[in-house]
Every structure is written in structure tokens, then in C-alpha cells.
């Protein structure tokens, strides 16, 4: 599902304009990404929790050449899905 197709389906589901939907979408994640960036961490209770973890510093090969290379630490962002959605989706 591409951005503009959720968007459709906000926008359907809440009975809302497809520009309300976009604008209500556009909150979220930047709401997300800003929890993320101060916390860490954010729990949605029966939809899942986000949080970012770091990645240690590896040594990694480069498909073409085989050559190996330095894979720098970072931090990277984990989804779990809560037990509400794990049990939607069976």
C-alpha cells in the first residue's frame, strides 16, 4: 500500500476529506518521530510499541567484489507488534 492509497482509506473510513486525512497522517508520523528522537520508546496499547535501538559498528562484504568493509553504528528504529494486531492479522 503506497501513501496515497492509505490516505484514501483514512479518508474513507473517517468519513473526513482526502487533504484532512493527508494532514492527520502527516501529524502522526511527525508526532512519532519526534516521541522517538526525545524518548526512544512509544507504546500503542494493542497496535504495537516503536523504539530505537543501536546497531554496534560491524564488518559487512560488498556483494559485487567480496571485497570486506566497515559498517558504521547507528541507530535504527524497531517495530513489535502488540498482541491486538498480532491477532488481527492471523
Known amino acids: 500500500m503506497t501513501k ?3 490516505i484514501s482509506a483514512m479518508a474513507g473510513v473517517a ?4 487533504a484532512a486525512a493527508a494532514k492527520a497522517l502527516q501529524a502522526y508520523t511527525d508526532s512519532v518521530t519526534k516521541e522517538l528522537k526525545k524518548n526512544g520508546k512509544l507504546g500503542l496499547v494493542g497496535f504495537g510499541t516503536f523504539s530505537v535501538v543501536k546497531r554496534k559498528a560491524r564488518e559487512g ?3 559485487q567484489t ?6 558504521p ?3 535504527v ?3 513489535k507488534a502488540g ?3 498480532a491477532d488481527r492479522v492471523k
Do not use: H, S
Request: net charge positive; hydrophobic share 40%.
Open 83 to 85: 498482541k491486538g494486531l
Open 77 to 79: 528504529v524497531k517495530f
Open 61 to 63: 562484504r560488498n556483494p
Open 15 to 18: 468519513g473526513i476529506t482526502k
Open 66 to 71: 567480496g571485497k570486506a568493509i566497515k559498517i
Open 4 to 6: 496515497a492509497e492509505l
Open 73 to 75: 553504528a547507528k541507530k
